[in-house]
């Protein structure tokens, strides 16, 4: 099993900077990629960034430009710096990693408990 736990959420002002962290342990035999997901009451679960195992990332278009996203392939982490934060970016952001626990087992998905970061305007 792959546990990841997400740390830096809170409360921002517009225009203001923040910085997600998350940490994956338990029995990981290679993770392909890690990303942030986040969500809003009543709308679905939407891709904020990912990056793959070999650095390449992809990005939502409303945070292209103000979010970066990196990762540590030895300590299987991730962090997503947010700049210029808007009311907009507040939701529950969620880590995210696709990997698998043994050599011939199964590539399966694994999510965070969720941080909530909001936005004031």
């Known amino acids: 099993q792959v546990r990841l736990v997400e740390s830096g959420g809170g409360l921002v002002q517009a225009g203001e900077s923040l910085r997600l962290s998350c940490a994956a342990s338990?029995?990981?035999?290679?993770?392909?990629?890690m990303g942030w997901y986040r969500q809003t009451p009543g709308k679905q679960r939407e891709l904020v960034a990912a990056?793959?195992?070999?650095?390449?990332?992809n990005y939502a278009d409303s945070v292209k430009g103000r979010f970066t996203i990196s990762r540590d392939n030895t300590k299987n982490t991730v962090d997503l710096q947010g700049n210029s934060l808007k009311p907009e970016d507040t939701a529950v952001y969620y880590c995210?990693?696709?990997?698998?626990?043994?050599?011939?087992?199964?590539?399966?998905?694994?999510w965070g408990q969720g941080t909530q970061v909001t936005v004031s305007s």
């Open positions: 338990g029995s990981i035999f290679s993770i392909n990629a």
């Open positions: 990056v793959t195992s070999g650095g390449i990332t």
């Open positions: 995210n990693a696709v990997g698998r626990t043994k050599l011939l087992s199964p590539i399966l998905t694994y």
